[in-house]
């Protein structure tokens, strides 16, 4: 016999589309047999991580004629992912399957993304009251840039921002903020506290700058640009 992982499917104990720390979680696999009868079908499942505990991993499939297809469906495997489980991270399973009293066996290796963060840019406002308050970056003036960052991932809590720039016109004066949690799927600014940055006397009208926000949160480390 020889046999495929076919399909599977992660069912969700809370169908919100992110597999979070602290999450009960279920795998139906379907297997399928493309070769002569398969007997005494087992599938075992494992996992490595530290991050995630396999709660019930052992399915006996029965017998498998040639180009059939059967599926645990009924009764899935049980998993739960850890609670300390950082967000982003990729926890491996491993299925294990045997036929014919273990004369076959074949193992198949998948992966479970544990939630996190995905940020992006939502816009910048520049706010020249102290200057010409004409919206733009002037020669000699100080301004205040609100930034708004966007969360199409999973919660966020303590999300941070860190400004920066390559260039000697610029000079950061407040590069530091806090955008708090953002919520999945939600947006957040720093119009509480704005980076700040003082335009060189000497910078040439009409000029494009650049400039980036390094985006981190407590439970996701990784920084995003």
């Known amino acids: ?47 490595t991580s530290t991050w995630a505990t396999v709660v019930s991993g052992s399915w006996s499939a029965g017998d498998l004629a040639c180009n059939e297809v059967r599926s645990n469906l009924a009764a ?50 520049i706010n020249d009251s102290a200057g010409n308050g004409n919206g733009l970056m002037n020669p000699g003036e100080r301004i205040h840039i609100v930034t708004g960052i966007s969360n199409a991932g999973y919660r966020a809590e303590n999300v941070r921002g860190v400004f920066s720039t390559s260039n000697t016109i610029l ?16 947006k957040a600014d720093n119009s509480s506290a704005p980076f700040c940055v003082d335009v060189s006397a000497s910078a040439p009208s009409n000029n494009a700058y650049c400039g980036w926000v390094d985006i981190s949160c407590q439970q996701y480390p990784v920084t995003s640009r």
Do not use: M
């Open 76 to 125: 899935p495997f049980a998993l739960q992912i850890n609670a300390a489980a950082p967000l982003g991270a990729a926890i491996p399973f491993q299925l294990q399957i045997t036929a014919n009293t273990g004369a076959s066996a074949r193992t198949f290796c998948t992966t479970v993304d544990v939630a996190r963060p995905v940020f992006s840019l939502a816009g910048f406002c």
């Open 171 to 186: 000079t950061c004066v407040f590069t530091s903020t806090v955008f708090g949690t953002i919520e999945d799927r939600s």
């Open 1 to 47: 016999p020889w046999i495929q992982l076919w399909s599977n499917r992660i069912i969700e104990a809370v169908a919100d589309g992110y597999y979070a720390p602290d999450e009960n979680l279920q795998l139906a696999v379907w297997l399928r047999n493309i070769t002569a009868k398969a007997t005494n079908v087992q599938a075992v499942l494992t996992t």
